[in-house]
């Protein structure tokens, strides 16, 4: 099909994902938990079978035709990730996840903290992208500081000057919040933490599949993302780091493939990015995600932007006729993705999650790793719907009526059945 941003294009794209087309608790399933993680296309499953069935062998350390052959394939992903964020390949370090490549990156850097340095994220960070330097803060006598939100779910600009100082040595925020959908102005802040000469890191785990990521554009030093929020598998995630700062970082995870020499007494690593991946990697889970990328590419990010604005607005515009529905989260659908977290008044997120499962609708109740985002805002916990480009305007139209019956369901004690 040449139109790729009609509805009908992206209808017919559901037939890529197997698992869409079932019914759960005798419905027909609405996944909207794609912020957890998304659902594969039959290319990406294929491309793992294919790899067992035909090419399986390591990486890196065989002479033989398969291993070359593996080999190949695994690095041809390295440039199929670089060239989809706009980055050199020696600059995509492969890892587990978005939480492996924070981990990564807040060890490596450890040597480069002084007491008293000053670490700012933002108040509505994932836990991911806190508790790692919360740890590199204790070890070295460093000082987190958060930008604050302001009411209308932003990131407040006027603080996040004043908050970036010389103290400053790392600025760290999500791109798009996993909470509030907020998507934050990544050019602005990296610019300021710029200005005081502190590294800009941005977590790419939501933003990645949203929108376009250029690493150049925005000038970013460091950015982690996972492959199975993109359609792909788990297990994989990238580091993305400047050549310079990545070979100044230190790797925290050593063995084989990491080095260069080893005697019995010491060893050198390495150049980047493999002193980053110790050990066989998850090889499988890397063909996996160059085949998401693949997919990517040939539904183009312009489009999925173009979809899923039309959903978000759409989606804005029929839930607000929900009764005692409030959602955290801007209003408008130009700085904000199709995240939209939110509370009906007297149903508590997991009860929620329950009523709408009975509808065999998919959604996440919890605090969605973001403990202190709710501590803030005072709320135990949210629902959260995150829809993608596979979702059509028909399945909005049946959340926000299992929405509209919620309260009566509830109060009919229906969940309590399940
Ligand atoms: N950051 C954000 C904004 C996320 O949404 C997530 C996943 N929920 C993570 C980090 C962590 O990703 P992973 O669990 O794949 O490591």
């Known amino acids: 099909m040449k139109n790729k941003n ?82 050199n390949k020696e600059e995509i370090v492969f890892t587990y996840g978005t939480t492996s490549s924070f981990n990564i990156l807040a060890k490596g850097i450890e040597d480069q903290i002084s007491e008293g340095d000053e670490i700012v994220l933002s108040q509505m960070e994932h836990h991911a992208n806190i508790v790692c330097w919360q740890e590199l803060a204790k070890k070295r006598g460093a000082i987190l500081k958060f930008i604050p939100i302001n009411k209308d779910f932003r990131l407040d600009l006027k603080e996040a000057e004043k908050i970036i100082t010389q103290k400053t040595k790392i600025v760290a925020i999500s791109h798009i ?62 580091l993305y780091g400047k050549s310079n700062l990545l070979e100044k970082l230190k790797p925290s995870i050593f063995g084989g493939d990491m080095i260069y020499e080893v005697s019995f007494t010491c060893s050198t690593y390495n150049k980047s990015p493999y002193k980053f991946e110790a050990g066989t990697p998850n090889i499988e889970g890397v063909i ?40 955290y989260g801007p209003n408008s659908c130009n700085d904000r993705s199709c995240i939209f977290s939110f509370n009906i008044d007297g149903i508590h997120s997991h009860d929620m999650s329950t009523l709408l499962d009975m509808k065999g609708i998919a959604i996440r109740g919890g605090h969605h790793c973001a403990m202190p985002l709710h501590t803030l805002l005072e709320l135990p916990s949210t629902s959260r719907i ?33």
């Open 288 to 327: 996996g995600f160059g085949a998401a990328i693949d997919y990517l590419n040939e539904i183009g990010m312009d489009n999925i932007e173009l979809r899923e604005k039309e959903l978000c607005e759409y989606f804005l515009g029929k839930v607000s006729e929900v009764k005692d529905l409030k959602i």
């Open 6 to 87: 009609s509805d009908l294009f992206f209808k017919n794209i559901r037939k890529d994902f197997p698992i869409l087309d079932q019914k759960i608790n005798g419905h027909q399933l609405i996944y909207s938990d794609n912020g957890a993680t998304t659902q594969k296309p039959i290319k990406v499953i294929d491309s793992i079978c294919d790899f067992y069935k035909n090419d399986n062998s390591n990486v890196h350390r065989g002479i033989h035709t398969l291993s070359e052959r593996a080999t190949d394939m695994y690095e041809n992903v390295r440039i199929k990730v670089a060239n989809f964020i706009n980055s």
């Open 177 to 238: 919040s996993n909470v509030l959908g907020t998507i934050t102005p990544a050019k602005k802040i990296c610019s300021i933490a710029h200005k005081y000469g502190a590294y800009f890191v941005l977590d790419c785990a939501q933003s990645i599949v949203h929108m376009k990521v250029d690493v150049k554009e925005i000038d970013c030093d460091f950015i982690a993302f996972s492959s199975h929020k993109m359609f792909g598998p788990t297990g994989v995630g990238v």
């Open 386 to 418: 995150s829809l993608c480009f596979y979702n059509t305007f028909e399945e909005i139209d049946k959340i926000v009526l299992a929405l509209k019956n919620a309260k009566k369901d509830y109060e009919k004690g229906e969940f309590l059945l399940k």
